[in-house]
């Protein structure tokens, strides 16, 4: 079938190809620009920032349906055999992922507008961290999914442990700032909130690279770690 | 195209077609299953079944795994169009939306096991209400997308909101708890994961439904009801 394409044919098919891989490095730096922000109103207190940046999540779903939109168009018009193939139905879960991850970024500003309601809590310190190691997590899985870089998305997974800690350590620290001073109930448990979004972040990156893994690989890598639990 | 296949392989297709169907509605009901059996080992305190229902999460991601090879095998073999390609691409997203459900189960469990350490904390009642609630939206969203079923898939979508508003019920009536007996923090804490994690099933069954209606309407509903907020 491929070959009976003319020749301009397979150029455009190799345009849309490359169009589809740029979309998706889109959506992430926009989703990753979103993480950034509402951690700046979180840190900085600025209801504004984070009201903006819960507008701008609609800019994420409509690149969402684009894009799904474009490998729908791929599947039904190129009909890509092989190597094509897993990496239009894996960009066609890796939206999902990325949308999702916009969402927590609404969530993380609505507990800000909430918070900036009441006095400061503590300044916040793990919790930045946490952000720009989830961050890292999302740039990098997709990094590794336009290149497919099976060591890169390898690290990503790794990485994840590292969130899980940071969000625990959140949590213990939380639950004994709450014991002490029953009154910071409230705010403790939204900043609770913040981390638990922030490690679902984490999580959904870490799923995009054990979808490289295994669009790359074609072995079930995924799941593996969790099974060995 | 489609019309040059021979009789007997179009008869093939379509049991395949069907295969996918069956397989989705099997995984459907194992992860109904694992969200019903984490509740009951929460209220019954059985860490035995809660260890069990964590054993049997390989199950969902064995079928997650199948599911997914079934429907690329699907599009590179018989190159659908248009409402079959539909249907076999949000099958590619439906299972990752069930296996993540699957760990939101484990999770469950999980904290069942840490609570189960600690004497108990108050009898529940609105969680297995939300339970109730959750599964009978994975139920009712799986059985929209096999029958194309709009209608049921937006009642779905509405039923988000009730659970939403348990959860926050749910969030108000612990956070009043643990101002009053401090010492329960970390129990209480435990059950509000609980109640998200519940919350995080309803969601994905929201999920499932909105690409339900945007693979039958083929319009951008998904997403509209979020914007508007």
Redesign the interface.
Known sequence: MENTHPQHTNRQYEEELRNLRTSLLQMGGLVERQISNAIDSLVERDSELARQTIAR??EV??M??DI?AL??RL??LR?P??SD??FI?TG??IT?DLERIG?MAVNICERVLELNHEPVLKPYIDIPRMAALAQSMVKDSLDAFVNNDTDLAEQVIERDDEVDQLNYQI?REL?SY??EE??T??RA?RV??VS?YLERIADHAT?IAEMVVFMVKGK?I??MD??KK
Chains 1, 2 share one sequence.
């Open positions: 999540d609609a779903n409509r969402d349906i799904d490998c729908i599947l039904a009909q055999a092989a193939l897993r139905t066609l879960k999902t969402d949590f639950l709450m014991a029953p009154r109930i409230g448990t609770l909130f638990k799923n079930t995924r799941h969790k099974d």
